[in-house]
């Protein structure tokens, strides 16, 4: 056991590890409160994370100067937690005790824990205190969990970001999709052959070759992200299906080329999608979230449900492990930047640096910019963290095509094996494919207001903003922590702090969020004027 319990003259307990003590032997609690005066802490803070805090000193100096924040411990050991209850009986519990505590020997990973207890909305607010003596003693598990911690509050804040630049754009995205889809009965049948996920990255063009011969191409079924399908087709390989998740104008002319070739879609509802996919083979994709199911509910077509993952590459594998039980193949999968391109090539989004290619801005130059900015953006490094984390959650049936990226290097790789070979292994002979019913169901609308499934989302949100004492588990795992920070985060951060306080969200913040949800919802219809109106 490398803790030891010692008692400071004032009668509170200290910790010893490695026989150093981490807490002033005289009086801890006048040392925490001398700590937290030298920290920049400010009333905009809304959690705070205390790493390796011992006997938590730094509780009551934390609440008294911001009464209404959050404080977690994170603790290097569990020999605090058994002390505290032991101690259950003394002021000291109650005095020095936090919102909430884990230590690395907790059944429930750490991940798990932040998601239970910080909002991705509040992630920008949480400040990490780190008490150096205790992360001096413990040095590289300290070290560990204070990384962990940061690249957790980093990843969810992008995400939080994400969604507050994107979320209106998502949800008209979703209106619009199931008041104009073609809802016919199309069914995904599942296929024993393996799937190969295709990504965009430069190293997809070591490989497209190799799928151009029928002996390999019959043998797979080829998933391509929506930013490799004009690569894909231009070595005259088509894909079985594209996958597509991006909510965004441009991602739409990744699709045109699918449209032509009437590949099958799958695609996120939030998506952008062209006009003309409509009447094609189109799968809808919804992730958890209440909002989704409650505007595809009572609508007569299948859908994928998926769990939101940041990235359409996740989003492609979750898929593809649900329709094979064989190995899952990815190329592509880059997560950087190789030999000065992010890209395969051709690539949908080239005709417009081609026009942007002048003398004063020549093409090598533009391309030069955009390889800084790929290898500068902190989105691929966080997408490539989340993959090395899922190395062990996916197991053995990915496998990654060519020298894997390192944040790939935990997959089970295929590098000097040809590639035909490892396929020959599985003798499937029918490729997963789409049926359509001969009878088509068309859902029309005459506008949004006219779908009920929008009563229950706003009835469901004033239920839960409209309760004497708000709950804040249910606002965060209800409509209004999913919603609400797509449509006005602000508001939503509001709410979250009169959750903190206990207190009502009062008839004035009740109506501003209805007026903002029921505004995005439900849109004005714009009136047409008709020309002999105007002259007469």
């Known amino acids: 056991m490398i803790e030891e319990l010692l008692f400071s003259k004032t009668g509170l307990p200290v910790a010893s590890v490695y026989g150093i003590p981490i807490h002033s032997l005289y009086d801890p609690a006048k040392e925490a409160a001398r700590f937290v005066a030298s920290k920049n802490i400010t009333q905009d803070h809304t959690n705070l994370l205390l790493i390796a805090p011992g006997f938590c000193y730094l509780v009551p100096p934390l609440r008294k100067l ?42 429930l990973d750490l991940y798990r824990f ?9 992630a920008s607010t949480t400040k ?40 209106k754009k998502w949800i008209r995205n979703s209106l619009r999709f199931i008041h104009t889809y073609n809802y016919g009965n199309r069914i995904l049948k599942r296929s024993p052959k393996p799937i190969v996920v295709m990504a965009s990255g430069p190293s997809l063009e070591g490989f497209i070759q190799d799928f151009r011969n029928p002996a390999i191409r019959n043998q797979c079924s080829i998933m391509a992200l929506s930013s490799a399908v004009d690569c894909l087709l231009a070595w005259d390989i088509t894909p079985d299906i594209i996958v597509a998740t991006d909510g965004g104008n441009w991602a739409k002319f990744h699709l045109f080329e699918g449209v032509r070739k009437n590949i099958p879609l799958a695609i996120s509802i939030m998506g952008a999608l ?29 859908v994928l ?44 989004l080239d005709r417009f640096y081609d026009k942007a290619d002048n003398r004063l801005h020549p093409a090598a130059t533009g391309n030069y910019h955009r390889y800084l900015d790929s290898k500068q953006a902190s989105a691929l490094d966080i997408y490539a963290k989340w993959f090395s984390a899922k190395s062990t959650t996916y197991g053995k049936r990915l496998v990654v095509l060519g020298k894997p990226c390192p944040a790939l290097s935990g997959f089970r790789s295929i590098e000097t094996l040809p590639f ?84 009502t969200a009062g008839k004035e913040l009740v109506a501003r969020i209805m007026d903002s949800v029921k505004k995005q ?16």
């Not at 932040?114 to 509040?122: K, M, V």
């Not at 150096?132 to 911690?149: E, F, H, M, N, W």
Request: charged content about 25%.
């Open 66 to 107: 911001i009464p209404s924040v959050r404080i977690l411990a994170l603790q290097c050991s569990s020999f605090y937690q058994n002390h505290f209850e032991s101690l259950q009986d003394s002021v000291f519990l109650e005095e020095f005790k936090p919102d909430a505590h884990w230590s690395v020997t907790d059944s």
């Open 114 to 122: 932040l998601e239970n207890e910080i909002d991705d909305h509040e």
């Open 128 to 167: 990490i205190l780190e008490w150096r003596p205790s992360t001096k003693a413990y040095g590289a598990i300290a070290l560990k969990l204070l990384d962990s911690v940061a690249d957790y509050l980093k990843r969810v804040n992008a995400n939080a970001l994400t969604s507050e630049r994107f979320g």
């Open 274 to 302: 062209p006009s003309q996919y409509f009447d094609l083979s189109v799968f809808a994709i919804i992730n958890d979230t209440h909002w989704q199911q409650a505007l595809i509910m009572n609508i007569a077509t299948p």
């Open 305 to 348: 449900i998926a769990p939101q993952r940041g990235t359409v590459a996740a989003t492609a594998i979750d898929l593809a492990l649900s329709l094979t039980d064989s190995e899952i193949y990815i190329a592509g999968l880059d997560l950087g930047v190789r030999n000065g391109r992010s890209h395969a090539r051709p690539n949908a």
């Open 420 to 503: 035909k070979w490892a396929l020959k292994r599985n003798e499937a002979t029918s490729s997963f494919h789409v049926i359509l019913s001969e009878s088509n169901k068309y859902l029309t609308l005459a506008s949004v207001d006219s779908n009920p499934n929008i009563a229950i989302i706003l009835n469901s949100i004033l239920e839960e903003c409209g309760t004497d004492i708000l709950d804040t588990k249910r606002i965060r795992e209800g409509f209004c922590g999913e919603l609400l920070p797509l449509i006005d985060a602000e508001l939503y951060r509001i709410l979250l702090l009169r959750c903190r306080m206990k207190a």
């Open 521 to 536: 919802l439900m849109p004005p219809v714009k009136k047409v004027v008709k020309v002999e109106e105007i002259h007469g």
